[in-house]
């Protein structure tokens, strides 16, 4: 299984971050096909209660690597993409990981 993890940093706006990624962003994941699992996380601190460089966390799960290159190669993976430059002021960082059950 793969596991594409996209980092928000702190948003300029964050009510306007929220409203936009509820609203706009999360329809257009929910149109790419391939993604068998999908988690937000919204970051609260770091350890001890310090401050985290991370607002938002989401983590989106495929079956295998072909099907998450396919994903993000068909247009609704584009679009998927290309809608970030519209409500991440923050930045964003994306890590792309196998998971690994027995370690």
Do not use: C, R
Not at 1 to 21: C, D, Q, R, S, W
Not at 26 to 49: F, N, R
Not at 58 to 74: G, K
């Amino acid at each position: 299984m793969i596991k594409v993890t996209v980092l928000y940093g702190h948003p300029e706006n964050p009510e306007a971050f929220e409203t936009y990624y509820k609203n706009k962003h999360l329809p257009l994941v929910d149109q790419v096909d391939a993604i068998s699992k999908l988690e937000i996380t919204k970051i609260l601190s770091g350890p001890g209660g310090s401050a985290s460089e991370t607002f938002l966390m989401a983590e989106l799960y495929f079956d295998s690597q072909t099907a998450m290159q396919e994903a993000m190669e068909s247009p609704e993976g584009q679009a998927m993409a290309d809608d970030l430059t519209n409500f991440a002021t923050g930045g964003v960082k994306i890590l792309i990981g196998s998971v690994v059950d027995n370690w």
